[in-house]
């Protein structure tokens, strides 16, 4: 895997922490190049300067808040810039909410829209076209293991929502860009400990039930690595070593009293 890896250069948007920062050590341990992009300036140039000295390759820090078409542009600007040929987008930043739906801040389902959904519609259009030049890359949109629960989780029926939407966009992105010899794969993670996870309430407290982020980190190199006509369409990601006897997140439905 390491000899096909080993001088790409990938971009990766929530990169700073969790799962984001977990693909990108995964990717440099290969040989890979990277330009991260997060919200926050400081943890971004730190982690950015961890990762190159550890794994001796070259990593671009980018200040980005993916729900600023602005600062999408100048993300693929730079990156263009730096590298002159990316070989692949990982759209990972994202934001979670947890409210019933008749509590939820207006302003909370716009940054849940913006983050989740049209933050990585607009930046894949904006690198794209460079992709079809090249006659070939990599898209990786990070779903979420909600859109295969129906009802939706209560309290993140906005969320989840928005992910069905990303799904449904990924396919059929998935099939308009086979014609170029352009990868899209979606990944469905189950719950991950991570420290978003860590400020969720109703999450299972035994975090043995929690994901960690090694079967992320391989489902993006295995979408990576495999050839353009035995692309994934979606990745299913879920601990083996669960009990699903229950949900991570509960069910239990209140019903008002007569």
């Known amino acids: 895997m390491a000899s096909e890896l080993r001088g790409k250069n990938v971009i990766i948007t929530g990169a700073s922490r969790g799962i984001g920062r977990a693909i990108a050590e995964s990717l440099a341990k290969e040989g890979v190049n990277l330009v991260l992009a997060a919200r926050g ?3 971004l140039e730190k982690t950015a300067q961890e990762i190159s000295v550890k794994y001796k390759v070259k990593v671009v820090g980018v200040p ?6 602005a600062d999408l542009e100048n993300l693929v600007n730079v990156s263009l810039k730096e590298f002159k040929k990316i070989d692949a987008l990982i759209n990972n930043a994202g934001v979670s909410s947890q409210h019933p739906f008749h ?3 207006l302003e909370d389902i716009e940054k849940l829209m913006y983050t989740n959904f049209f933050g990585y519609v607009m930046l894949t259009r904006l690198i794209i076209n460079h992709f079809v030049e090249n006659k070939g890359g990599a898209v990786i ?3 979420s293991g909600s859109t295969m629960v129906d009802p939706p989780p209560r309290n993140f029926i906005v969320y989840t929502s928005l992910k069905w939407a990303l799904r449904k966009w990924g396919k059929g992105l998935f099939w308009e860009m086979r014609d170029f010899g352009i990868k899209v794969t979606s990944l469905l993670p189950g719950v991950t400990d991570t420290e978003l996870t860590g400020k969720l309430t109703d999450i299972s407290q035994d975090r043995s039930r929690l994901m960690t982020t090694e079967a992320i980190e391989n489902a993006v190199k295995f979408a990576l690595t495999v050839p353009a006509n035995v692309c994934p369409l979606e990745i299913s990601v879920i601990n083996q070593q669960t009990p699903w006897t229950k949900p991570i997140i509960p069910m239990k439905q209140n019903h008002p009293e007569k």
């Open 103 to 105: 509590e939820q801040p």
């Open 41 to 43: 300036k400081d943890v």
């Open 141 to 143: 949109n990070m779903v």
């Open 64 to 69: 980005c808040d993916v729900s600023k078409q």
